[in-house]
C-alpha cells in the first residue's frame, strides 16, 4: 500500500511539472520567432514571473518523490524498479536542462526591455527554445516511464 501511495504522488507531482513544460510548448514556444521583440519580451518575463518561483519547488519535489518508489520496488519481481529509474533519470535530464541552460538564459531575459535588446537576442531566444524542447521531450518519456512503474 505505501509503494502505490508514493507512486501515486510521484505520478502526480511529475504530471504537473511535465504539464508546466508540455503547455507552454504547445500554446507558444513553437510560434516564438515569429513574435516582435515587444511581444516575445512580455511574454517570457509573464511566464518567468508566474514559474520560477512554483518550479523552484515543484520540479525537485518530483524527482525526490520518486526515490521512495525506488526504494519500495528494488528487488522485487517486475520492471517496476528499472522503469522508476529510467523515469528518474529522464527527468533528472529535464531539471540538468532546466538548471543549466533554461534559468541562465531566462535570467538575461529578465533583465531585457525592447531598447536594450542585445544584438545576438534572437540566437539566444532560438537556443532557449531548442534546449525546451529537449526538456519537453525527456519530460514527456520520463512521465511515461514513471507511469509505466506504476502500473507494472
Known sequence: MAQKMFELVSVMLSALVV???????????????SFEAAVFLAIAHRMNRNLATPMTVLMPLALASIVPVLFLSYGKPGPGFYLALVALALLAVALLVTVAVEVPVVKQIATWTVSTLPDNWQQLRDRWVSFHIVRVVSGIAGFAFLVAAAIF
Open 19 to 33: 504539464g508546466v513544460f508540455w503547455g507552454p510548448w504547445l500554446a507558444l514556444s513553437r510560434s516564438m520567432a
